[in-house]
């Protein structure tokens, strides 16, 4: 036995008692930051928080958005009885209604609502 590692003796193990060390062992880091170290600089470490959001996923985002409801709102109409034509005229009218208030929205007015007595997801 070597520093508490290891058999206390090798009789019977199968093995002549030589303790080697792992050399592929990964040891976990703490995440601690040394005492002796600077710290960080000024503005340095800060690169996540200040980021804006891209404005091309933002807008991909609120085109899914703009689909999810269409799409609902298809199968509410399909469920209702309505013929392919109707679906589609009053689908391509929700789409024009949202895709307005996502305009305004984005210009910083306030959103349309509007109602044409069918049931519509918000």
Do not use: W
Request: charged fraction near 25%; aromatic fraction near 4%; glycine fraction near 12%.
């Amino acid at each position: 036995m070597y520093n508490g590692i290891g058999l206390q003796t090798p009789r019977g193990s199968g093995t002549n008692g030589n303790i080697q060390t792992n050399k592929f062992f990964i040891r976990s880091k703490t995440g601690k930051v040394a005492e002796n170290s600077r710290g960080f600089e000024g503005d340095q470490g800060m690169a996540g928080v200040t980021k804006k959001a891209n404005r091309d996923i933002l807008e991909h985002d609120r085109k899914r958005q703009i689909e999810l409801k269409l799409v609902v709102l298809e199968e509410n109409l399909s469920d209702q009885g309505f013929t392919e034509a109707e679906i589609g005229e009053k689908v391509a009218e929700a789409r024009r209604t949202l895709e307005a208030a996502a305009a305004s929205e984005e210009i910083g007015g306030t959103t349309a609502i509007v109602s044409n007595n069918t049931p519509f997801c918000s």
